[in-house]
């Protein structure tokens, strides 16, 4: 992550989202620190937790990928990231009805979440 977000800032990107009626920086914001605080709890390079267009973050202990496609890799979109991250909803619901697709052994996150901004 390029620039670290305060808890002050991510908190009101949240409430933001959470208004129905967000700002034009408050969803990649939100996702942009949650992204952050599950790389501050789970730091490692092993698997890759990635939210387009707004972020990508390295979880997890383990092998370091550096180089191609990591063979660990999550992708979510901005709206069930939020809802998984802060428990609104459960990650296997979501990766069954395709909303959170996982490939590698280690790309069920779940045990990490929720996240507690």
Known sequence: ??????????????????????GRTDLPTAVRYLLQLLAEKAPGHTVEMRVPPFGAVQVLEGPRHTRGTPPNVVETDPMTWISVALGDE????????????ASGVRSDLSDLLPLRP
Do not use: F, K, Y
């Open 90 to 101: 459960q990650w296997a619901d979501a990766a069954a009805e395709g909303r959170i697709r």
């Open 1 to 22: 992550m390029a620039r670290r977000i305060s808890t002050e800032d991510g908190r009101a990107a949240l409430a933001g989202v959470a208004s129905g009626d967000p």
